[in-house]
Antibody
Framework: QVQLQESGPGLVKPSETLSLTCTVSGGSISSYYWSWIRQPPGKGLEWIGY???????NYNPSLKSRVTISVDTSKNQFSLKLSSVTAADTAVYYCARCRRFLDMDVWGKGTTVTVSS | DIQMTQSPSSLSASVGDRVTITCQASQDISNYLNWYQQKPGKAPKLLIYDASNLETGVPSRFSGSGSGTDFTFTISSLQPEDIATYYCQQYDNPLITFGQGTRLEIK
C-alpha cells in the first residue's frame, strides 16, 4: 500500500529556510493532491498547503508569504520550503495524501523540526 | 476564511458509553467535513470522510452526520483503544481548516 516518509533537517536556525521532502512509495504521485500539515508541541493540527501532481498549489493564508510546495513526479516526491523561520515554527511536520475533496487518507509518520540557534 | 468550532475540548467517559463530539462551521461547507483520530506520538488517522462515510477498515462504532454548518461525530460504545484526540477538518475550496481537537479520556 502507499506509504509516505518525511525527511529533512531536524534543526533549523532562526531566519533560515526549513526544507522537507516527502517520498511516496507503493504508488504513484499522479492523480492526487499532496499536503503538508504541522503540529506544534502540545497543540492542534495546522494545514500548511497542498499541491496537485500537476504542480498547482494552495497555501494557508497565514503562511502563504513564506511557503513554497513543489513536486517532482520523476522521483515520486513533493517538498516543503518555509522561509524566515522562528521558534513558532517548531513542530512535527506531516505529509499526507489527499483525495478528491481533500480528505487525508494516508499520512507519513511525521518529522520533528526544531528552530533554535 | 471559514472557522471551525469543535466542542468539547476535552471529554471523560466510561467504557461502553456513547460519546458525541460536534463541529460547527462559520459558513455552509456542504458535506466537506472529515474526522480524524490521533493517538499520542502518532500521525492522525482518517475515520470519517464527507461527513458520514466510514473509511475502509474503521470499526462501525464510529459514525458521523450533518451537513451545512453543523456536524456530529459519535462513538456508539466507547472502547479503551479509542482514547485519543479527535479532530474535524473542513474543505472550503481551496482552503482547509482543522478544528481545535477533542481530547477523549476514560473515566
Amino acid at each position: 500500500q502507499v506509504q509516505l516518509q518525511e525527511s529533512g533537517p531536524g534543526l533549523v536556525k532562526p531566519s533560515e529556510t526549513l526544507s522537507l521532502t516527502c517520498t511516496v512509495s507503493g504508488g504513484s504521485i499522479s492523480s492526487y493532491y499532496w499536503s503538508w500539515i504541522r503540529q506544534p508541541p502540545g497543540k492542534g493540527l495546522e494545514w500548511i498547503g497542498y499541491i496537485y501532481y500537476s504542480g498547482s498549489t494552495n497555501y494557508n493564508p497565514s503562511l502563504k508569504s513564506r511557503v513554497t510546495i513543489s513536486v517532482d513526479t520523476s522521483k515520486n516526491q513533493f517538498s516543503l520550503k518555509l522561509s524566515s523561520v522562528t521558534a513558532a515554527d517548531t513542530a512535527v511536520y506531516y505529509c499526507a495524501r489527499c483525495r478528491r475533496f481533500l480528505d487525508m487518507d494516508v499520512w507519513g509518520k511525521g518529522t520533528t523540526v526544531t528552530v533554535s540557534s | 476564511d471559514i472557522q471551525m468550532t469543535q466542542s468539547p475540548s476535552s471529554l471523560s467517559a466510561s467504557v461502553g458509553d456513547r460519546v458525541t463530539i460536534t463541529c460547527q462551521a462559520s459558513q455552509d461547507i456542504s458535506n466537506y467535513l472529515n474526522w480524524y483520530q490521533q493517538k499520542p506520538g502518532k500521525a492522525p488517522k482518517l475515520l470519517i470522510y464527507d461527513a458520514s462515510n466510514l473509511e475502509t477498515g474503521v470499526p462501525s462504532r464510529f459514525s458521523g452526520s450533518g451537513s451545512g454548518t453543523d456536524f456530529t461525530f459519535t462513538i456508539s460504545s466507547l472502547q479503551p483503544e479509542d482514547i485519543a484526540t479527535y479532530y474535524c477538518q473542513q474543505y472550503d475550496n481551496p482552503l482547509i481548516t482543522f478544528g481545535q481537537g477533542t481530547r477523549l479520556e476514560i473515566k
